[in-house]
């Protein structure tokens, strides 16, 4: 059996000490939360029609869970530890309890391709891309609540959990639907084809990846004023995640990378390459906020690349973004620092080949 290893050299001054381990996973993984009580992780399958869930704090799977057909996004309610699945071609949502036992199959809208919990009041909210629609339900009693039409071709939501305010990108209009008490109050122009959202309580601001045109807009989520346009994140931004401080961080399936933006200034502050390119498409990404892990779900690679050891870091010369302005870093200003990592196939008990080579990290400088 062909076992595999990582190991990792300290990196150069400025890249965080930043680490990434890819934990193998089931085909084609296509979303990821996480369980901040429990530090378990749960992986969509999509080639598999499973979820695996894995230990936070040994990285090995614990269990594989069948779940519907082309299950698409997944969502964690860290009160009841209930997991919630969509499955894109049974236009249903598998219900896991803290167990890990499918518990309940709720029949959603159409094509079903994203979901969220609200922390606060329980419910939980899927956005069906086939038939333009926001289902909300009861995420104990499964009862339906609403059924609200957003955008065409939906595909992404997130909530502010303080202010109750839904949002949900819509691709095919390059808009986002702001939702209150179950209805469109407004619609907010972003980039080309918005595939992901991520509300950050830090700073309290919304940030909308556009996968069309590799940019990450800024919204202040109370005002629904434009803070930042931010260009220098990598090549199709596809996932978003906001960790326990305040950075955003964004997965980028174009370019096999993940940057990371201050919520403090709304820069890019460091870009990890996490393979070869064409080898990872880097596709969902999920924040511990208990202990910052960062969990990645790599399409191609079968894998999800745990990510450690990022402490923060900042420009110097960088200040906050004024309404609808660009990141004033520049791709050019933000320098590699090479991180050795060795890869270890143990073939048998007694022969073992390494391979070693260099990954990138870069910082921007200060």
Known sequence: MLA?????????AGASGIKVQPIPV??????????????????????????TVISGSTGLQIVNITVGLEPTAVAVDNKTGFVYVTNGAYNNMSVINSANQVIANVTVGSSPAAVAVDSTTGDVYVVNSGDNTLTVFNGSSYSLISNITVGTSPGAVAIN?????????????DSVS???????????????????LAYNPINRELYVAN??????????????????????????????????????WVANSGSDTVSIISGATNNVVANITLGILGTVDPVAIAANPANGRIYVANSIADTVSLITGFTGA???????????????????SIPEFPVQLGLAFAVTAVIVVSYVFTRRVSVPRS
Do not use: E, W
């Open 211 to 248: 996968y069309g045109d590799d940019t990450v807009t800024a919204f202040d989520a109370t005002t629904l004023q434009s803070t930042a346009n931010i260009t220098t994140v990598g090549d199709l931004p596809a996932a978003l995640a906001v960790d326990q401080k305040g950075y955003v």
């Open 26 to 51: 089931g085909t084609a993984p296509a979303a990821v939360a996480v369980n901040s009580k429990t530090g378990n992780v749960y992986v969509v399958d999509g080639g598999d029609n499973n979820v």
């Open 314 to 332: 900042s420009s110097s010369s960088s200040s906050s973004s004024s309404s609808s302005s660009s990141s004033s870093s520049s791709s050019s």
């Open 161 to 173: 959990p303080g202010t109750q305010t839904v949002f949900v990108a819509n691709s095919a209009d």
């Open 178 to 196: 702001v939702i209150r008490n179950n209805a469109v109050v407004s619609d907010l122009a972003v980039g080309s084809s918005p595939d992901a």
């Open 4 to 12: 595999l290893g990582l190991f990792l050299a300290a990196p150069s």
